[in-house]
């Protein structure tokens, strides 16, 4: 620990510390994506991850395809597809994640912010 994180506690009263105890606490997966899911950006969020798993569904037959076609430019051009769709739900995954640690940072920014000031008021 460092000092000021010393100072930080000492300053905070029980209501304070309850609220950043529950700003800690480590939140897992699901209701990072829950969390996603909700506020300004909730409507594109949803759209993502509906259009994942169509593509998903969209990429598993493209691989029935592949193994079912005889000729050999069909069983190309499927082939091609499968990669595509692969390469169109990794870009709407990592759009996904991106914005879930987008999230988990302004978490930790406000959580600072509210710790420093009431630091702050503490001190005047």
């Known amino acids: 620990m460092t000092d000021i994180d010393d100072r ?4 905070l ?8 105890k529950e700003l800690e606490s480590d939140r897992g997966l ?7 899911l909700t506020g300004p950006m909730g409507g594109w969020a949803k759209m ?7 593509f998903g569904l969209l990429l598993i037959f493209c691989f029935y ?5 005889h000729h050999q430019f069909e069983h190309l051009m499927w082939a091609i597809a499968a990669l595509a769709v692969l390469i ?3 870009f709407m995954k990592d759009w996904f ?9 302004l978490r930790e ?5 509210i710790q420093v000031a009431m630091l702050s008021d503490k001190q005047d």
């Open 65 to 69: 395809k592949v193994a079912t076609t």
């Open 97 to 105: 994640f991106s914005r879930m640690n987008m999230l988990n940072i």
């Open 30 to 36: 699901w209701r990072q994506i829950g969390d996603s």
């Open 8 to 11: 930080i506690r000492d300053v």
């Open 48 to 54: 993502v991850f509906a259009m994942s798993f169509v």
């Open 88 to 90: 169109m739900q990794g």
């Open 13 to 20: 009263d029980a209501d304070d510390q309850a609220f950043l």
């Open 109 to 113: 920014v406000k959580r600072l912010q």
